[in-house]
């Protein structure tokens, strides 16, 4: 049977890579708030990289802060949402403000 170099180098790097997906909290260990923050600043970027610009994200002990001016009352919910869906963040703290 012949093997394809490529699907080979493929599965390899699939199966090196494979841990890195693991979650932290898998891995016992916690992200740090700087982590967190990171994490949400990329999330909203990929929902709006213009409005995420104008938002400024801090976190302590897992509490994240968002600050800042947004279009829309909808986003200020998206953001709060979206901030809330990423791993190791306790709570969300509104203090967006809808630019109107």
Do not use: C, W
């Amino acid at each position: 049977m012949t093997r394809n170099p490529l699907m080979t180098v493929l599965a390899t790097g699939f199966l090196l890579a494979t841990p890195l997906l693991a979650r932290t909290e898998d891995l016992g260990t916690k992200l740090t708030d700087e982590q967190i923050t990171e994490h949400v600043k990329q999330k909203l970027a990929l929902a709006d990289p213009i409005i995420a610009q104008r938002i400024q994200v801090t976190t302590h002990d897992g509490v994240v802060t968002l600050a800042g001016m947004a279009l829309t009352q909808q986003y200020i919910l998206n953001a709060l949402h979206d901030a809330g869906t990423v791993e190791g963040v306790v709570k969300v703290e509104n203090r967006l403000n809808p630019s109107t």
